[in-house]
């Protein structure tokens, strides 16, 4: 039976230009596995796969003759735009099922307290949000999806989980001390991907995380609580005001030492706890700074509604 697999695989590459040369197959658990001669291997039923989990978003914004954005399936690369979507011509909303009813769990990446927020951050912007943790503590995948990247990130990522998700979105966990899987591995919501660290651009035990969607980041706190450890809707509305505009795929985010005195140095920052009644302007004048500045330090606009609870950024 293995060697019927190893024939039909090869039959199915033949004629075919290609890096990789299958040597082997070996059937496991999961299904028959193809050995390459790079060492590298692959599960046969995902030789070929496409990279479409969500197949109504994908006709709506791949294959729609006005959008034609782009996304594709790649191990090396984080994003697999190439720069071509542009989130400014979305033209309507869309609603995205966060909580899918196949795909309903949600689990939060690490337990530890929002560090630093989506936002402007020392001049620069911060494309995610940082996680406390200590290295060694266990990060897990938020949504069941599969895993589109795993490997050492030299753009300041340190190393780094990319999983795409059936609901459409993206997330990235970097600064990773130790990958625990690999790509092409399906992932169940809650299910260990990394050990926490400190790698790449980083000097404090921290895990950076974002949320994407076709490349383009957006604030994760728009979707997840993190002080309550779950989804702040199973539904979420997708519009271009979700996103920063002019963004770029690759703009890199603020990984250098700024971004680590966040992590680290936290006993220099001041909160307030939104109470009953309260506007920016009046939390800025009570604490003696201005709404511009408040908007600043926790990635938000002067017109955001503020919920009653929330702690925000003051100093």
């Known amino acids: 039976m293995i060697r019927l697999y190893f024939l039909l695989f090869s039959i199915f590459l033949f004629g075919k230009s290609f890096a990789q040369t299958p040597i082997d197959t070996v059937e496991t658990i999961n299904g028959p596995l193809v050995i390459y001669n790079d060492r590298t291997w692959q599960y046969l039923d995902d030789i070929g796969f496409d990279g479409i989990l969500n197949t109504k978003l994908n006709a709506l914004l791949v294959e729609d003759t006005f959008y034609q954005f782009v996304q594709t399936w790649d191990h090396d690369v984080c994003y697999t735009s190439d720069r ?3 989130l400014s011509r979305l033209r309507d909303t869309l609603w995205l099922c966060v909580l899918e009813d196949q795909h309903s769990e949600f689990y939060p990446p690490v337990s530890g307290i ?3 927020r989506y936002g402007y951050r020392s001049g620069r912007y911060h494309n995610g949000i940082d996680l406390d943790l200590e290295t060694g503590d266990t990060v897990y995948s938020c949504w069941s999806g599969k895993i589109r990247y795993a490997k050492f990130n030299d753009g300041g990522f340190g190393n780094l989980v990319i999983v795409r998700h059936y609901n459409g979105l993206e997330t990235f966990y970097a600064h990773l ?18 050990l926490g660290g400190n790698t790449g651009r980083s000097y404090g035990s921290h ?7 076709f490349d383009a980041p957006m604030n994760p706190e728009e979707i997840i609580d993190f002080e309550m450890r779950q989804c702040k809707d199973e539904n979420l509305m997708v519009h271009k005001g979700l996103f920063r505009p002019g963004a770029k795929p690759t703009d890199q985010e603020e990984h250098g030492e ?8 936290n006993t220099n920052r ?3 706890k939104v109470r009953s009644g309260d506007t920016l302007t009046a939390i ?3 604490n003696k700074t ?4 408040l908007c600043q330090l926790n990635g938000i606009r002067p017109t955001t509604t503020i919920q009653i609870g929330r702690s925000l950024r003051v100093r």
Not at 178 to 189: E, F, G, N, S
Not at 207 to 213: C, G, I, K, T
Not at 290 to 293: A, E, I, Q
């Open 84 to 86: 071509e979507n542009d």
């Open 114 to 116: 929002v560090t630093s």
């Open 177 to 194: 001390s130790k990958l625990l899987v690999v790509p092409d591995q399906d992932v169940a919501a809650g299910e260990p991907i990394g």
């Open 207 to 213: 895990l950076h995380f974002e949320v994407r969607f």
């Open 258 to 265: 700024s971004a680590t005195y966040a992590a680290v140095n």
């Open 270 to 272: 001041v909160y307030y």
């Open 284 to 286: 800025a004048a009570r």
């Open 290 to 293: 201005t709404v511009s500045k």
